[in-house]
């Protein structure tokens, strides 16, 4: 059992990895507005609060922290991001907290797959740009992980990429799912065992924790649909999409996470067919 800290419980990894945690450590996190576990392990903290972050990790002193606090809404991302990362890795440092930080496939500009933990960032918008950055200050820290993952999912809670889907078919709004967008889409239980993993273990460096399964945006969002049982689809086309904008292939290479870890990295299909068996 290790005292660790999770940054942004109530984020939709937060939602998976925090119960998780409580079962096996001693295990406090943070939200910023809604605590949905209701939980009093919980703290509410802006991670861009830098004096708020020092007094928290002070007072909780966690062996390790997992940083999963992010945004992607341009008003506030790059000091969600940025300063939140900065704030929480100078933190960790100050306390001796080994840091294990959840990074990103979408940092790479898709031209080079599939991707190593060697490869360097070639982000290509602001979100890709403010994730490297932030893998930099993280990088810094002499006792980290950075996490690089993909599209996250659960089968009890729904994603937020699906959600925003599903909402847009049920206006009737026009939706597009790309099928030239490659990703390793991640159960969010899988991610969480990792991370819960990775948070007492001496692996230190970058390192890809992903779905064994590729497939395009496409493939995967037909998938959810199916899975939440969405029938409404009028208004849903599927095509390419824009490379100058969004990057094309970002699948990453799993070699080292096999080697390193126990937790298996199962595909969408493995995940959804094994639901359904034990369903019936």
Not at 32 to 37: F, G, I, R
Not at 87 to 116: E, M
Not at 127 to 141: S, V
Not at 231 to 258: F, K
Request: net charge negative; with cysteine.
């Amino acid at each position: 059992m290790a005292r660790i800290l999770i940054t942004g419980g109530s984020s939709y990894l937060g939602q998976h990895l925090v119960p998780l945690a409580l079962m096996g450590h001693e295990t406090s996190y943070t939200y910023l507005s809604h605590n949905p576990l209701q939980d009093p392990s919980g703290f509410r903290l802006d991670v861009r609060d830098c004096t708020a972050v020092h007094a928290l990790v002070a007072s909780l002193k966690p062996e390790a922290i997992i940083h999963t606090v992010g945004s992607n809404r341009p008003a506030d991302m790059a000091n969600v991001i940025i300063e939140g990362t900065q704030n929480v890795a100078k933190a960790a440092r100050k306390s001796g907290a080994r840091l294990i930080h959840i990074s990103t496939d979408a940092l790479f500009n898709g031209q080079n797959a599939p991707y190593t933990e060697n490869d360097r960032p070639t982000p290509i918008h602001a979100y890709g740009r403010a994730k490297a950055e932030a893998e930099t200050i993280a990088g810094r820290h002499p006792d980290h992980v950075i996490v690089r993952t993909s599209l996250i999912y659960g089968l009890q809670i729904m994603d937020q990429g699906t959600a925003w889907v599903v909402n847009a078919l049920r206006k009737g709004q026009p939706v597009t799912l790309f099928t030239d967008q490659y990703r390793n889409p991640v159960w969010a239980q899988t991610l969480s065992l990792a991370c819960l993993e990775l948070a007492t273990n001496d692996y230190q460096g970058v390192l890809n924790v992903a779905g064994e399964q590729i497939l395009s945006r496409a493939e995967f969002g037909l998938r959810m649909l199916d899975w939440w049982g969405i029938e409404e689809r009028l208004s849903l086309t599927l095509g390419p999409s824009d490379h100058a904008r969004w990057p094309a292939d970002c699948t990453l290479i799993l070699d080292r996470a096999r080697q390193v870890l126990n937790t298996p990295l199962p595909g969408v299909d493995e995940v959804l067919n094994s639901h359904l068996k034990n369903s019936l």
